[in-house]
């Protein structure tokens, strides 16, 4: 860490106009660096880090704490995170997943019958959190690759908190729709008046407790977050729920941070590039590489006219989704607890494997897919019925110096378990306590009896589906792209749809972006309401697909080097998102 590294001096930003619904995003191109975040106060973080001299993984550090703030409702330091690092020479992968507390088991969301809790239940509990572990990972990436001292990355989001930030139109938005937040003292206080209705758009919105952890953690680093009070109280929330307390423990908390971060990143072929994601616990990866290198095999071209999906392609790429996550559903868990088919997860993507799977794709729909055996031995595990997924967060970053962040992060459902923690401050406010356990099959086993692979135990990781991506040339190995998405399982569709246009159809980042989204898990087809023409809807229908609209809020960032030299970020439109950089 170079101390000496320019100096920060926070200025809260002029207030942009924030969107709501879907507004069009220019795009934005700079010269030296960029960051693309959920949030404007959240991306003027980063910006303002950069801009002092800091790394990619400086201003990762201050996106993530002002995004606890302003965007509460998708990820912070109650939740988990993934973050992939190229500094031009390494690429190392950070794992910041939740873990199961020490004394969960495979049982723990079956009801006394041995059904499983009602999803929404299992949601709304003690059960449902796992050990937080976004602050223990950015921490120990920061140690190797931050410039600025950590206490400086804490500034603009505890100036926020103590100094206030107007309410957005999407916080308002979630935040009236979200009935359990009223059964909630800490969020009730924070987020409603006194007639029970959520602040306005613009309303400044202080949160004092969460300033007071952020001053801790700033000076103290991790231990201030998993030791002493602020553990004590997450641990005391988790085991007080009323209906449905969960096993957390304050030494659940306080061995979080005794492991190492770091892993092997996957990196994959595809075409002249090659793309590079997280290994298991994500299934992101896996399954965008299946779904490209599929379709490949089925020989898939591009668009026809102009940059939309034909229907053509769009048959082609549902069926080869059917087939991705078929075998995401039987194979893919924490590999400390599961191995991958024949001991090795890339099995899943072999180019013969996947040309047989290929050619399980017809002209009509298969309805749906069963899992495939990409090893010689099988494998008895059962497949995990779907699912939910749900909240999410995605930062993309590249610094003057060249280095790459792509970090996706979560406390999975909106506002989590719907349980907040003011770490004992005693001060109105807190951050919000994730539900990724809920993550995990919440039956152990399928109905013949095999075990579920990513089932509950004690110590693991739950399944995801973030996909943060980083991307470069197979020839030269230089940088091309960083990329990712919030969204729940849909984040793996999100993020192939901007992989294919940027890569494949020649589209810039934004113009990626914006493209209309679609999606399959092994089931009826979605397809983003009103951005499909009823000719190409009827034409999949023809073709056997059962095809359901629906909204499909991606919240894509990517910032992909430009021909120039400089960089283009693009923002998702159907979020607040916006990039900035010099």
């Given at each position: ?435 990724e356990l809920t993550d995990f099959s919440l039956s152990p086993r399928d109905s013949w009896g095999q075990p579920i692979a990513n089932r509950v135990e004690a110590g693991k990781r739950p399944r995801s589906s973030m996909t ?115």
């Amino acid at each position: 860490m170079d101390q000496g590294a320019g100096t920060l001096s926070y200025a809260i930003p002029p207030q942009p106009e924030m969107a709501t619904g879907y507004q069009a995003k220019p795009g934005w191109a700079t010269s030296r660096f960029a960051v693309a975040a959920a949030n404007p106060l959240a991306t003027d973080a980063g910006f303002q880090i950069l801009d002092a001299g800091g790394s990619a993984v400086d201003a990762a550090i201050a996106v993530q704490m002002v995004l606890t703030l302003v965007e509460p409702q998708s990820s912070g330091i109650g939740g988990g995170a993934f973050l992939l690092h190229w500094d031009g020479t390494e690429l190392l992968a950070w794992n910041g997943r939740e873990t199961a507390p020490a004394a969960a088991h495979e049982e723990m969301f079956l009801t006394p019958d041995g059904t499983p809790l009602p999803y929404g239940d299992a949601v709304a509990s003690g059960l449902s959190v796992g050990v937080p572990g976004t602050v223990a990972m950015l921490e120990a990436a920061h140690r190797v690759h931050g410039r600025l001292p950590w206490q400086n990355l804490f500034i603009p989001a505890i100036t926020l908190a103590s100094e206030g930030f107007p309410v957005s139109p999407r916080l308002r938005s979630l935040l009236a729709a979200d009935s359990r937040l009223l059964e909630n003292p800490l969020a009730r206080e924070l987020y409603f008046d006194e007639q029970l209705e959520p602040h306005p758009v613009g309303h400044t919105l202080h949160n004092p407790a969460l300033a007071e952890v952020l001053r801790r953690m700033a000076q103290e680093g991790s231990p201030a977050f998993y030791q002493g009070p602020v553990a004590a109280d997450v641990a005391a929330r988790v085991q007080s729920h009323p209906e449905r307390p969960g096993e957390l423990t304050s030494q659940d908390l306080s061995a979080y941070p005794d492991q190492d971060f770091q892993t092997d990143a996957i990196c994959t072929p595809w075409r002249e590039y090659s793309l590079c994601g997280f290994p298991p616990p994500s299934s992101g990866h896996l399954a965008a590489l299946q779904i490209l290198g599929i379709m490949e095999a089925a020989g898939a071209s591009g668009p026809e006219n102009g940059p939309l999906p034909t229907a053509d392609w769009l048959h082609l790429y549902l069926e080869a989704s059917k087939l991705a996550f078929a075998d995401r559903d039987r194979y893919v868990a924490d590999p400390n607890y599961v191995e991958g088919p024949g001991g090795d997860w890339e099995t899943l993507l072999d180019p013969e494997y996947l040309t047989e799977r290929a050619l399980l794709m017809g002209g009509r729909s298969m309805g749906q897919a069963r899992p495939g055996n990409p090893a010689p031995a099988p494998v008895a595990l059962g497949s995990q019925p779907l699912q939910p997924e749900a909240g999410t967060s995605h930062i993309s970053i590249v610094d003057a110096r060249g280095n790459a962040v792509s970090m996706t992060t979560t406390i999975e459902s909106g506002f989590g378990s719907g349980l907040m923690s003011d770490g004992d401050t005693g001060l109105p406010g807190g951050f919000h306590l994730n539900n990724e356990l809920t993550d995990f099959s919440l039956s152990p086993r399928d109905s013949w009896g095999q075990p579920i692979a990513n089932r509950v135990e004690a110590g693991k990781r739950p399944r995801s589906s973030m996909t943060p991506t980083l991307v470069f040339h197979r020839s030269t190995g230089a940088f091309v792209a960083s990329l990712g998405s919030p969204g729940g399982a849909a984040i793996i569709h999100y993020t192939t749809k901007a992989l294919v246009g940027m890569l494949a159809w020649g589209l810039n980042a934004q113009e990626a972006i914006d493209l209309p989204n679609f999606a399959n898990f092994n089931g009826p087809s979605l397809l983003e309401s009103g951005r499909f023409s009823p000719d190409l809807l009827r034409d999949l229908r023809s073709r056997g697909h059962e095809i359901r609209e629906a909204d499909l809020t991606s919240g894509l960032q990517a910032i992909q080097r430009a021909p120039d030299g400089g960089l283009f970020g693009g923002a998702d439109p159907r979020r607040e998102g916006i990039v900035m950089g010099r």
